[in-house]
DNA sequence: CAAAAAGATTGAATGAGTTCAATTTTTAAG
DNA sequence: CTTAAAAATTGAACTCATTCAATCTTTTTG
C-alpha cells in the first residue's frame, strides 16, 4: 500500500513548508510565530515540532530549496562557460548573487546563515552546509575546465583556487546580507576586484 | 565632580561582563541564564538589560575583546613579516589561529559569528564587524608592505588580494568552528593550499 | 471484523529571554 | 539643607519557542 498515513504526512509537510515560507515573507521571520505557522497550516504546535526541530529548521529548509535552483541554474554556465577566467567568474558569480534575492529577503538569508553555524549538527544545517560544499566544488570544476581548455595556466592547483574564489564570494555575500544598503551591483563590483589579482595571474601572459 | 555615578556604573559594567564571560566558559552559552549572570554580577536582570541589549551583545563584548589582542598579537609580524609572501601569510595566519581558542570555545565563536550576522545593527555586532575590518586591513597592509620590498610583483592590488586572502581565512574559520572534530592543524593546512596559487603567482617569476 | 500495537497529533504547561511601570538613588537647583 | 529633576535599578509580568503526557488515527495481527 502507498498508505494513507505517508500521504497525509507529506502533504502536511508540503502545507507546514508553504506556510512558513509565506508567512517568513509576509512579516519577517522573528515576527512570524509558531503558533501561526501551524494555524495556517491547519496543524497544532506539536505537530510542527513533529516536522521540523525548530523553527530555524524550517527556514533553513526553505533556503536550501533555493541554493538548489541556484546550483541548477550555475551548472549551465559550467557546461558552457566563457573562455576567459574572469568572464567565466563574472558570469557565475552574477547568477550565483541575482538568483538569491528573488524568493529570499536579506533578512531571511542572515537568519539561516546564522542558524547553519551556530547549530550545526541540526539536520537541515547540515544540508545547508553540503550544498554550499557543491558550490564550492561547481567553481572549482570551471576554473579546472578552463585549465583543459588553455585559459587556465598547467600546474595550478585548480581546486585550491576554486575554493579560494568561493570562500571569497561566499564571505562577501554574508557582508552583502549584513549590510541593508549595500546593493548587488556594489557587491559584484568590490568581489570583481578582489577576484582580478587571481583571476588574471592563472590566465598566464597571454592575457598581460 | 568625577561623579559617583560614572564610576558605579563602570564597575556594574565590568562585573556584568566578568559575570558573563565566566560563566559562559562554565556552563556554555545556552546553558548561562540572564538571571545566573544578574545574580554573579549583583545587579537585577533590569539592570543587565540597561547595559547590554540582548543575550548575545555580551558573549560580542567578549569576543570583541579576544580580537583585539589578536589583533595587537598581528601587528607584531606585520610590523616585522618573513621576506617571502608564503611565510608570511603562514606566520599572521597561524597567529590569529592559534589564538583563537585560547579564551573562547568553538561554541562561542560559533554564537557570535551567529548573532554578528543576524543582528547586524546591534551595537557590539557593528564593534565585531569592524573588527574583522581591521584584521582584513592588516592582511593587505601585510601585502603592501612585502611588495614595496619586492617580495610581490609590483602592478598587483595589494589591496584585493589581501582581501581575498582574508575572506578566505575567516571563511574557513567558519568551517572550523562548524566542526568540532576538526583540528587546528587540519585547518592550517587546507588554507595553505587554498593560499599557495595567489601567494606564488603574486611572488613573481623569482620563486617559481 | 475486532483488538492490539504502532504511529501521529494535540494543546496545556514549562522555561528562558525580554519589557516596563513603579521605586530608589544620584545630581542639580534654589 | 531641601526639593525638584534626571538617571538607574528593580522584579513581576509577558511573550514565545519548545516539551510531553494524554488522546486519537492508522496499520497490523489473529
Partial sequence: ?????????????????????????????????????????????????????NKGDILVAAVSMEVEEVLAAGKTIVDNPPDT???????LIGQYYDHSLVYLSKEMWRTAMAISIQQPES???????????????????????????????????????????????????????????MALDTLKEIVARQNRPLATLISGPKIQ
Same sequence: chains 1, 2.
Avoid at 503558533?35 to 504546535?45: G, K, T
Avoid at 577566467?85 to 558570469?91: Q, S
Fill in 1 to 53: 500500500m502507498t498508505g494513507l498515513r505517508a500521504k497525509q504526512k507529506a502533504d502536511r509537510n508540503r502545507r507546514i513548508l508553504q506556510a512558513a515560507t509565506d508567512l517568513f515573507r509576509e512579516v519577517g521571520y522573528d515576527s512570524a510565530r509558531i503558533e501561526d505557522i501551524a494555524e495556517r497550516a491547519e496543524v497544532s504546535v506539536g505537530t510542527f515540532y513533529n516536522y521540523y526541530q
Fill in 123 to 181: 539536520p537541515f544545517s547540515q544540508r545547508y552546509t553540503e550544498l554550499d560544499g557543491r558550490l564550492c566544488d561547481q567553481v572549482s570544476t570551471l576554473i579546472a575546465k578552463l585549465q583543459l581548455r588553455g585559459g587556465v595556466m598547467p600546474g595550478i592547483d585548480a581546486t585550491g583556487a576554486g575554493q579560494m574564489f568561493f570562500n571569497n564570494l561566499n564571505m562577501m555575500f554574508i557582508e552583502f546580507v549584513k549590510d541593508e544598503a
Fill in 85 to 91: 577566467v574572469g568572464e567565466a567568474l563574472t558570469v
